[in-house]
């Protein structure tokens, strides 16, 4: 038997090194940080779902849209932007925030089950970040609102205890 003032076996799986099972203290902590985590993770999957659906419909719309008519009474960079919004290279980039916009996702849903805690940081710094089809509105605060929440000791904690 051990008395408490004697430190915890450092080959244990468990913080006070005595078992493995899960105390109500642990049950209790992944309870409260599962209420923090909960909503920005919510918030998160909203912002991949939004960002990849603008996505899809952008990088279907250059794939099959005609150029625009060239205005002579606009801008230079105007008319080449409207030209730039179609064709391949449109299609490649559009394609390319496919996949950004569902990284952002499986992050967030990462997040949401308590896992992969790097996951979930790099998913909101990609929500953050990520400028195509203005999904960026919407996505800094919300990423700086689950960096926020993942920055916390008991979040990191309960995403290690749960790996």
């Not at 913080?15 to 993770?41: C, F, H, Y």
């Not at 499986?106 to 953050?128: E, T």
């Amino acid at each position: 038997m051990s008395s408490s003032y004697e430190p915890p076996n450092p080959y244990s799986a468990s913080p006070t090194g005595w078992s493995n099972q899960p105390t109500s203290n642990d049950a209790e902590l992944r309870e409260r940080v599962r209420t923090k985590v909960m909503i920005p993770a919510i918030f998160l999957i909203i912002v991949g779902v939004l960002g990849l659906l603008a996505s899809i419909f952008s990088c279907v719309n250059a794939a099959i849209s005609d150029p625009p008519p060239v205005d002579p009474n606009a801008p230079e960079m105007v008319n080449a932007f409207a030209q730039g919004s179609v064709g391949p290279v449109a299609v490649g980039i559009q394609a390319f925030f496919i996949l950004f916009n569902a990284f952002i996702l499986f992050g967030a849903v990462q997040m949401l089950r308590m896992k992969a805690w790097p996951l979930a940081l790099s998913s909101s710094i990609a929500a953050i970040i990520n400028f195509g089809s203005c999904c960026c509105i919407l996505g800094i605060p919300v990423g700086i609102w689950s960096i926020v929440i993942l920055s916390m000791a008991d979040v990191k904690d309960a995403f290690k205890a749960n790996a």
